[in-house]
């Protein structure tokens, strides 16, 4: 079953690592790993583009079917193995709405951590770096993570981001937050955040899929200290 799909994907990035999860959730071990290689443009090789014209990961094909772009991927693989491993998607009407609420609500979060500082820092020559503007987006990063704060502390300690099990809300944030910690995000100021983000790390399928060179390099830029 898992055998025959591969999975393309760039360690560190935040969309190939969702489908990762779910792989693992859904006991897809054995799947083909294709690890690529950003700096070396690996991205646009023949393969990939052959797969995917957009030239990008993560990219994913099981037997004749391929499919691109992250959330995709997830929707495809809880679809085929909806009743295999961890239910990613309630099914209960309320829950499932809730769920895809925050899925599609980590779109917010992805874009006051990753878009406003990551890339503009990424962007910008260090010279160019206007700071009242990186403050600026700093303190928008600031607002949309105790918008977050709030979830979690209503929903109580021990819990995910929606009830008590693990879903494909916290395939979409978790990783969004993993990212920013590995950036010098301190989570002290968002207690609730700061224990979830302790208890996943634990989480057999988050330790699996733990991107290799985080664990081989240190933390690069710092991209979130004042946020």
Same mark, same amino acid.
């Given at each position: 079953?898992?055998?025959?799909?591969?999975?393309?994907?760039?360690?560190?990035?935040? %969309?190939?690592?969702? !489908?990762?999860?779910?792989? $693992?959730?859904?006991?897809?071990?054995?799947?083909?790993?294709?690890? +690529?290689?950003?700096?070396?443009? /690996?991205?646009?090789?023949?393969?990939?583009?052959?797969?995917?014209?957009?030239?990008?990961?993560?990219?994913?094909?099981?037997?004749?079917?391929?499919?691109?772009?992250?959330?995709? +991927?997830?929707?495809?693989?809880?679809?085929?193995?909806?009743?295999?491993?961890?239910?990613?998607? !309630?099914?209960?009407?309320?829950?499932?709405?809730?769920?895809?609420?925050?899925?599609?609500?980590?779109?917010?979060?992805?874009?006051?951590? +990753? =878009?406003?500082?990551?890339?503009? +820092?990424?962007? &910008?020559?260090? /010279?160019?770096?206007?700071?009242?503007?990186?403050?600026?987006?700093?303190? $928008?990063?600031?607002? $949309?993570?105790? *918008?977050?704060?709030?979830?979690?502390?209503?929903?109580?300690?021990? &819990?995910?981001?929606?009830?008590? $099990? @693990?879903?494909?809300?916290?395939?979409?944030? @978790?990783?969004?937050?993993?990212?920013?910690?590995?950036?010098?995000?301190?989570?002290?100021?968002?207690?609730?955040?700061?224990?979830?983000?302790? *208890?996943?790390?634990?989480?057999?399928?988050?330790?699996?899929?733990?991107? %290799?060179?985080?664990? =081989?390099?240190?933390?690069?830029?710092?991209?979130?200290?004042?946020?």
């Amino acid at each position: 079953m898992a055998s025959n799909m591969v999975l393309y994907w760039g360690s560190g990035s935040v %969309p190939c690592w969702r !489908p990762m999860l779910v792989l $693992e959730e859904k006991k897809l071990q054995g799947y083909g790993s294709k690890l +690529i290689s950003f700096s070396k443009k /690996e991205h646009k090789t023949e393969e990939v583009l052959k797969l995917n014209p957009r030239g990008q990961v993560p990219t994913f094909k099981d037997g004749d079917v391929v499919v691109n772009e992250s959330a995709a +991927i997830c929707d495809y693989l809880e679809y085929k193995f909806a009743d295999q491993g961890t239910s990613l998607l !309630p099914k209960d009407a309320a829950q499932r709405g809730m769920v895809l609420q925050r899925m599609h609500e980590a779109q917010n979060l992805n874009k006051g951590l +990753i =878009e406003n500082v990551v890339h503009y +820092i990424f962007r &910008t020559k260090p /010279e160019d770096v206007n700071q009242e503007h990186l403050n600026e987006k700093k303190k $928008e990063a600031r607002e $949309e993570l105790k *918008r977050w704060e709030e979830y979690m502390q209503k929903q109580g300690s021990g &819990t995910y981001v929606v009830g008590k $099990e @693990f879903s494909m809300a916290d395939v979409f944030v @978790f990783p969004l937050l993993a990212f920013a910690v590995r950036g010098k995000l301190n989570l002290d100021p968002f207690p609730g955040l700061k224990e979830y983000y302790q *208890r996943l790390e634990k989480r057999p399928s988050v330790k699996a899929t733990w991107p %290799p060179h985080w664990s =081989e390099e240190p933390a690069g830029k710092d991209f979130f200290t004042g946020v």
